[in-house]
């Protein structure tokens, strides 16, 4: 944190305008938010296109489409870290691969997480209701091409969407509030929120989810291991529907 408040303390009046520690001003998350919500109407959309006719292309073009705005978010963050003079990318992501052992402790981490985080889920949806392949069904691959690039969209996803919410979103909440729990339980939301196209139960059940991310993230100090329990997570979520 103190490293946040030498790099916004040293750079331009406009950034000494912002409160001590936040990634960026106020606006530049709120234009955050408005992009978080044009990508989830833009999935609805497409969901709502699919049910209605068949895909030209199958699923290639929506994979591409998601791949290309999940990195378009963090190209935001990155553009306003270097022109807003707000905390680098890097250290968002926190931690340190200095050997072998310090990736194979994330790893372990992650695997005990993603053994926790499918339980919890599994009860979260027992709680909601039916299963959330329908909702998915639209975005489920058909064949090698369309699998490969659901896993480009699996890995993507767990970086791009870790950073957004776990990285840049929990810590500029938790600096506006002052708060470590309120910023977890933030972002929760909005990443719940931001998932509303695959219905209002399973909204809940991503909230719940998130704020498991988000506890993580501020327990490691790293989104390393989040990021490989959310891609891996990810490739598993829809592929088994189509391939069990």
Same mark, same amino acid.
């Not at 946040?4 to 912002?18: A, E, K, P, Y």
């Not at 998350?29 to 709502?48: E, P």
């Not at 729990?181 to 139960?201: C, D, E, K, N, R």
């Given at each position: 944190?103190?490293?946040?408040?030498?790099?916004?303390?040293?750079?331009?009046?406009?950034?000494?305008?912002?409160?001590?520690?936040? =990634?960026?001003?106020?606006?530049?998350? @709120? &234009?955050?938010? !408005? *992009?978080? +919500?044009?990508?989830? $109407?833009?999935?609805?959309?497409?969901?709502?296109?699919?049910?209605?006719?068949?895909?030209?292309?199958?699923?290639?073009?929506?994979?591409?489409?998601?791949?290309?705005?999940?990195?378009?978010?963090?190209?935001?963050?990155?553009?306003?870290?270097?022109?807003?003079?707000?905390?680098?990318?890097?250290?968002?992501?926190?931690?340190?691969?200095?050997?072998?052992?310090?990736?194979?402790?994330?790893?372990?981490?992650?695997?005990?997480?993603? =053994?926790?985080?499918?339980?919890?889920? @599994? &009860?979260?949806? !027992? *709680?909601? +209701?039916?299963?959330? $392949?329908?909702?998915?069904?639209?975005?489920?691959?058909?064949?090698?091409?369309?699998?490969?690039?659901?896993?480009?969209?699996?890995?993507?996803?767990?970086?791009?969407?870790?950073?957004?919410?776990?990285?840049?979103?929990?810590?500029?909440?938790?600096?506006?509030?002052?708060?470590?729990?309120?910023?977890?339980?933030?972002?929760?939301?909005?990443?719940?929120?931001?998932?509303?196209?695959?219905?209002?139960?399973?909204?809940?059940?991503? =909230?719940?989810?998130?704020?498991?991310?988000?506890?993580?993230?501020?327990?490691?100090?790293?989104?390393?291991?989040?990021?490989?329990?959310?891609?891996?997570?990810?490739?598993?979520?829809?592929?088994?529907?189509?391939?069990?």
């Amino acid at each position: 944190m103190a490293r946040s408040m030498s790099l916004l303390n040293t750079r331009g009046q406009t950034v000494r305008q912002s409160k001590p520690g936040q =990634i960026a001003p106020a606006w530049h998350t @709120l &234009g955050l938010l !408005l *992009l978080l +919500g044009a990508v989830s $109407a833009g999935l609805f959309h497409m969901q709502s296109l699919s049910q209605a006719e068949s895909k030209a292309g199958g699923n290639v073009p929506v994979y591409l489409a998601v791949i290309v705005c999940e990195w378009a978010l963090v190209g935001y963050i990155c553009l306003g870290g270097r022109r807003l003079g707000a905390v680098p990318v890097r250290s968002l992501i926190g931690g340190h691969w200095g050997n072998a052992r310090a990736a194979l402790r994330d790893f372990g981490v992650a695997g005990a997480f993603w =053994i926790v985080w499918t339980l919890v889920a @599994l &009860g979260m949806n !027992l *709680l909601v +209701g039916p299963s959330h $392949a329908k909702p998915l069904a639209f975005m489920s691959p058909h064949g090698p091409i369309e699998i490969a690039l659901w896993v480009m969209m699996s890995l993507t996803a767990g970086f791009c969407e870790e950073l957004v919410y776990r990285g840049y979103l929990q810590r500029q909440f938790a600096a506006l509030t002052g708060s470590a729990a309120l910023a977890v339980l933030a972002q929760a939301v909005i990443f719940g929120v931001g998932h509303w196209y695959q219905g209002v139960g399973r909204v809940f059940v991503i =909230i719940v989810l998130g704020a498991l991310f988000g506890i993580l993230a501020h327990w490691r100090k790293s989104l390393r291991p989040g990021m490989i329990t959310h891609a891996w997570s990810d490739i598993l979520n829809v592929i088994p529907i189509r391939f069990p």
